[in-house]
């Protein structure tokens, strides 16, 4: 009887050891797309909801092709929190656009060289629960991307 009491508190204590706090996506989804409406409301932004739950506004349209998700891109952007907060400043970046995070993937499609976009990308297409640097985890991330060139 005892060693079936110990193999059942054993059982017990290893299922409970691998409990981890849950994270809700859908939940945070929603919290993110509240959050997004109302930054957009406070700023008058004219932006569009991509699907994806991607917002964006195309502030210069630029010419030419656009590029697509196996494209290389060279862009100017910069990027800060909806309180404000700067994380990247001025900076350039030439990258494959499957190396970078999935809002840029979805967003950077929608202009050509030459334009501009505001991206405001909800955390699960950033960095999702996990902190990046300065970049507190769960975060919507708003980028102004100039897109300069690109390649594919």
Sequence with gaps: ????????????????SCKKDSFDAAKQAAADDAAIKTYIAANNIDATKDPSGVYYQV???GTGPYPTINSSVNVNYNGK???GTVFAPLS???????TLIKGWQIGIPYINTGGRILLIIPSGLGYGNNPSGSIPANSVLVFTIDLLSFSN
């Design 81 to 83: 929190l909806l309180n």
């Design 1 to 16: 009887m005892k060693k079936y009491f110990l193999l059942f508190s054993l059982l017990i204590l290893g299922i409970s």
């Design 92 to 98: 350039s970046l030439t990258s494959s656009l499957t």
């Design 59 to 61: 502030l210069i349209p």
